[in-house]
């Protein structure tokens, strides 16, 4: 990479106007574009092609080999950001409103979503790339017209015209991204040493504002400084958008509102929104990449947004379920040159992880009964939010609770290999130095996740600032290094899959039961003999009509034989409605018998809490008694000690009178 590139997350220092350094601690972090851990310079600075070995005259070269003008494109471009491999991944934020799952998307994978530099560099590699197999294409061409007829050889000298013509207009459009990316690194590396000489311009302007003893002189300062200062945030809004985050960063008319404050405006989310990170790399210098689609829902609690009619704990169902239903439906594959299987595996649209998130100090029954409609649809991961409002064993204490609440009400959540954990523990305890033993998901990995998120990636208090990134504040580096270095995006997949399979099951076994269900089969009966019950009570019925006057009979045999022709008729009409009513209600019954067995059993159970409840106040009332007892023989015990103790001296001064009266003993 270049020194520019090397330096860049420093920059977003400048760009916030926190120009401080963080905690020595803690170091190579910058406050608002942080890797959760520093790659090393060997990862990080690995060519996007493998540096090839230069080939030697067209006569004498293998195979294997590539030309020296491709090799010199592959080390002009070796700082560019090619991908090898990319798949899709969701993630889906879910919980109460207010508990910033907006500002959380934006945090999570905001240090690997490219700006606009990056996608420059990405663009140069990718045509690079095509250059160097042109001319390949080139050289083997040339190789095996040396070895071939006169015919042959002619064939292939049309087509290296081609594909000259074709290598010719590759190279003017890479010099052109060439010198594209020359022009924007330039002037990012021009506004950062601008800004640079700036700031130290007005700090030294301060320092002489603030000595000046004369008040005139002073307030002159003063308004060089103001015009100084405004200068500076000019800059820095130029490099924030030379820097900006293609993806994650909001539109300008969301910001504005809070660009004055130097906040950010809150926009609420409503309906259910998806946010796509393109080719988004796993880490930095690394070769895999995902297409990471951030789905963000309304959240629920809220009565502006949350309502009978527009339920959103329903949208963020409907959505799960909807998705599920789009995967199990495909049968033709969408995308070129891949079959229906690999696009399953890789692209399929499935909610890969749900992250559902908790108010700090207390999981409510919403909460509950949401994760107990999702956790079989989806992989849930329970976080909890704004966790910078607790303390240490506060965070440890309520982890605790939710997790034996969690399984008392029986919703399985989601955890990653103990392997996947030990890795990164070790890797952020060998970044943070000693003193810092994090137990990332508690013993068994099943613990929820403490994050928190801020739109500047920090949150500042009276007591200090707390950083979303750094492992000692917040969870969020070790959730993100779990996902995306270790691959437990690759676990997540797998399991959605499994749980969509799981629900195509049990929803086809759903179907089967309904259509072959019948009123005949649940009577254990015959169906000609519930047929001909119909019929003989549709016949009693008409036989009642008719003896009321609705069909008079006495109309001769020709009127009587039509009439009976049509009331057969009519009959057979009815006796399939019939059936269908009959299929209805005994459908309705057995749901009826369902819903009472589970309130009896639920009776059951209440019955059983209580008597334990009952239980344990008599045993608290037997151990109350028995305690005072103690207690009670205990005073006593100190009296009869007293007592004792009173007696001997007694004894011992009678003794002492004794020996006064008789000295010799008599």
């Not at 197999?133 to 292939?156: K, V």
């Not at 906040?263 to 998806?274: N, R």
């Not at 029986?410 to 952020?428: G, S």
Request: aromatic share 4%; net charge negative; glycine share 6%.
């Amino acid at each position: 990479m270049s020194d520019d590139d090397e330096h860049s997350d420093h920059s977003f220092a400048e760009v916030d106007g926190m120009s401080h350094t963080m905690d020595e601690s803690w170091p190579n972090y910058s406050p608002s574009n942080l890797p959760s851990v520093e790659a090393t310079p060997a990862v990080s600075r690995q060519p996007s092609v493998a540096p090839l070995i230069a080939s030697v005259e067209p006569s004498h070269t293998s195979p294997s080999l590539i030309s020296d003008m491709a090799q010199a494109l592959v080390e002009e471009d070796e700082d560019g950001l090619a991908l090898e491999h990319i798949e899709s991944f969701n993630l889906l934020c879910a919980g109460e409103s207010g508990l910033g799952k907006s500002t959380f998307l934006r945090n999570i994978f905001a240090h690997v979503d490219p700006t606009k530099l990056h996608e420059m560099r990405r663009r140069v590699a990718e045509q690079s790339n095509g250059l160097v197999s042109l001319e390949d294409a080139i050289r083997r061409n040339e190789q095996e017209s040396r070895q071939c007829d006169d015919t042959r050889s002619l064939q292939l000298r049309e087509e290296k015209a081609a594909l000259k013509v074709k290598r010719d207009e590759a190279r003017a459009a890479l010099e052109r991204l060439r010198q594209a990316r020359r022009e924007q690194e330039q002037a990012v590396s021009a506004l950062r040493a601008e800004i640079y000489t700036l700031d130290l311009a007005l700090k030294a302007l301060r320092e002489q504002r603030d000595a000046e003893e004369d008040d005139g002189v002073a307030s002159r300062l003063g308004h060089e400084v103001i015009v100084l200062q405004g200068e500076l945030k000019g800059l820095q809004q130029q490099l924030a958008a030379e820097l900006r985050r293609s993806n994650l960063d909001k539109e300008e008319d969301e910001t504005a509102g809070g660009a004055e404050g130097g906040g950010h405006s809150s926009k609420q989310t409503t309906e259910v929104t998806a946010r796509l990170i393109k080719e988004m790399p796993l880490f930095d210098g690394s070769r895999s990449g995902l297409d990471v689609s951030l789905i963000d829902t309304p959240g629920y609690g809220d009565l502006l947004v949350d309502t009978a009619d527009n339920s959103s704990a329903d949208k963020v169902v409907s959505e799960v379920e909807s998705r599920i239903s789009a995967h199990l439906r495909k049968v033709k594959a969408s995308r070129a040159n891949m079959p229906l299987d690999d696009e399953k595996k890789y692209w399929n649209e499935l909610v890969h992880l749900c992250l559902f998130f908790i108010s700090p100090h207390r999981m409510k029954r919403a909460d509950v009964d949401l994760m107990k409609r999702l956790h079989a649809l989806v992989p849930l991961v329970v976080v909890v939010a704004k966790s910078d409002t607790m303390t240490t064993a506060e965070a440890l204490w309520f982890k605790e609770r939710v997790r034996q609440q969690l399984k008392d009400e029986r919703i399985a959540t989601f955890t990653f290999q103990p392997r996947m954990i030990k890795e990164v523990e070790a890797l952020h305890i060998s970044q943070a130095g000693s003193g810092f033993q994090p137990l990332y998901g508690g013993s068994d990995g099943s613990l929820p996740w403490a994050v928190m998120g801020a739109e500047d990636s920090r949150r500042e208090y009276i007591w200090g600032t707390a950083m979303t990134n750094e492992p000692r504040h917040s969870e969020l580096p070790a959730l993100r290094d779990l996902l995306l270095r270790q691959g437990g995006w690759q676990q997540l997949k797998r399991e959605a899959s499994l749980k969509a399979d799981e629900e195509g099951a049990r929803r086809a076994k759903m179907n089967h039961q309904r259509q072959s269900w019948s009123p005949s089969k649940a009577l254990a009966l015959p169906r000609s003999v519930v047929l001909t019950a119909g019929l003989a009570l549709l016949l009693a019925l008409t036989l009642a009509l008719s003896a009321r006057g609705a069909y008079p009979l006495a109309r001769g045999e020709g009127s009587c034989r039509a009439s009976l022709l049509e009331q057969r008729h009519l009959s057979a009409a009815q006796a399939e409605r019939l059936t269908q009513l009959e299929d209805t209600h005994e459908m309705l019954a057995q749901e009826r018998l369902a819903s009472t067995s589970l309130r009896q059993q639920v009776g059951e159970l209440k019955a059983s809490v209580r008597e334990a409840l009952q239980a344990k106040a008599a045993l608290q009332r037997e151990a109350d008694e028995l305690q005072k007892q103690a207690s009670m023989l205990e005073e006593r015990v100190s009296v009869l000690k007293i007592s004792a103790q009173e007696k001997q001296a007694k004894v011992k001064e009678m003794e002492a009178k004794g020996n006064k009266c008789n000295p010799f003993g008599w």
